[in-house]
């Protein structure tokens, strides 16, 4: 049993029936792990795949390519609720597509769209009776290799609270790569940023109760760009599907690619025959074994709320005046910066005025990102309190 599957685009696919022959024939794939493979442009591969395996052992994601989230930017960035874009965008862009590719379970609408995540997760959210409609799911978010970026964790796991009280199987989606700004062109050895980033998300999402199925709908080395080789590449998928089968909540990962991308220099066609020896021969895992659940704190907050925490270096001339601010916009505040970061609370939000008396504002970021995780972080040079009330102003809770 294996959760390598395969990503696809158009152009040559030679062995990829004879790929799914062979995992038919030795049982390797099952409805309880199911074949990931995701298709973006070319949807056949969805339906041949399910003939000759069987509709319950595929998952079969899809994305448009060309018109589709691209626009959305616009939208976003200039401030549209997503209520108003979510319906006439569905009926447009996506319904026709859904409607002629039945074989497809799980629709991407958006691909490594790093920015606008609060708006992305109300676009989601409203997103999802639309899919369910017609009976499909959506792979949300697609984050590209290294995302999302802690700060956007909240968003996220709002969004996917709303599919997980929904229970109609959205999921999340992601990608991993090496070779994406480092010299390693594997996955394996750059986790925990690139290779495993998952994790720090998926903490985040486990603390707010908020944990969906995941899959890694994007994974390769050289960042794509360039086949690493038969044996370079089963190699690094065997270690890295050790890896995922640590954690229950993801389903499976789609390696890159099948197909012409990069003028064919990606296509791993030719390594089929040794993924399917791979995935045929490799022993059932022991059963996974997620991340513990932290333990319950003291200080658990009576009823859940939202904290504002604004820091206030004792140095800071006339910080009596600072914390007046503070206090008539109803925001905690104080001089620690520990304190700022603590706390069971759906969020914790800190401001930290003057960042660098303390050191700077990217060492007050990496601070609260290492020792503090899921606080959405501002640093804010606001050298008079009325700069800091105006910035409060221009940023509500």
Known sequence: MSKIGLHIVPGPRTGFGAFLTRLRDANAVSPSSPLVLKMVGDFGPAQ???????????????????????????????????RDVAALHFQQVYKPIIDLNPAIDVWEPCNEWSAHWSWQADFYIELMPL???????????????????????????????AAKQRNAGHLLTSHEYGGVGVSIPTLRDTQPFHALRYHALYQVLREQGAIIPLVISEAGQNGGFQFIGTDALVEDFAWYDTELFKNS???????????????????????????????????????????????????TPRTPYKRRYIVIHPAIANRE??????????????????????????????????????????????????????????????????????????HPL
């Open 48 to 82: 041949e795949a399910k003939t000759l395996l069987g509709a319950d052992r595929v998952l079969a994601i899809g994305r448009k390519s060309g018109e589709g989230w691209e626009g959305l930017d616009v939208h976003a960035s200039g401030g549209t609720p997503p």
């Open 249 to 299: 909540y993801v389903i499976g990962c789609a390696s890159w690619t099948l197909g012409k991308w990069n003028d064919g220099a990606s296509n791993v066609q030719s390594a089929l025959p040794a993924l399917a020896d791979y995935m045929i021969a490799h022993p059932t895992p022991a059963p996974p074994v997620d991340e513990p659940l932290p333990e319950p704190c003291r200080g």
């Open 131 to 161: 899919f369910e409609a017609l009976g499909k799911r959506m792979g949300m978010f697609a984050f590209s290799t290294g995302n999302p970026p802690l700060e956007a964790s909240t968003a996220i796991a709002r969004a996917c609270a």
């Open 321 to 394: 005046q600072y914390y007046a601010i503070a206090g008539l916009r109803q925001h905690t505040v104080g001089p620690s910066a520990d304190d700022a970061g603590i706390g069971d609370l759906d969020m914790r939000e800190v401001i930290v005025v003057q960042p660098d008396l303390w050191a700077s504002d990217t060492a007050m970021r990496e601070f609260y990102e290492q020792n503090y995780p899921g606080v959405i972080y501002h640093g804010v040079n606001a050298m008079t309190p009325s700069e800091l009330d105006t910035w409060i102003r221009a």
